[in-house]
């Protein structure tokens, strides 16, 4: 499943690993403790059954040219 087809109820499904919020509270700061506007990134990879972050860097379509 992708992180965009997560409805909000799969997004606060699981608890945050980054910030310790429980299944169905929100994610907060961890510097002032205020709410996030957005789920920490590792919840929603948790919630999305994604564990590793799969990165895979643009492909350059044209060489670069060099002065």
Known sequence: MQIKDLTPEQR???P???CGAA???R???LRSGAFRL???LARLLSAAGQ???SFQPPTTTSP???S
């Open 12 to 14: 606060l499904s699981v």
């Open 16 to 18: 945050c690993p980054v």
């Open 23 to 25: 299944p169905k509270e």
């Open 27 to 29: 994610c907060c700061e």
């Open 38 to 40: 957005e789920e920490h």
């Open 51 to 53: 564990e590793k972050l």
């Open 64 to 66: 670069r040219k060099t």
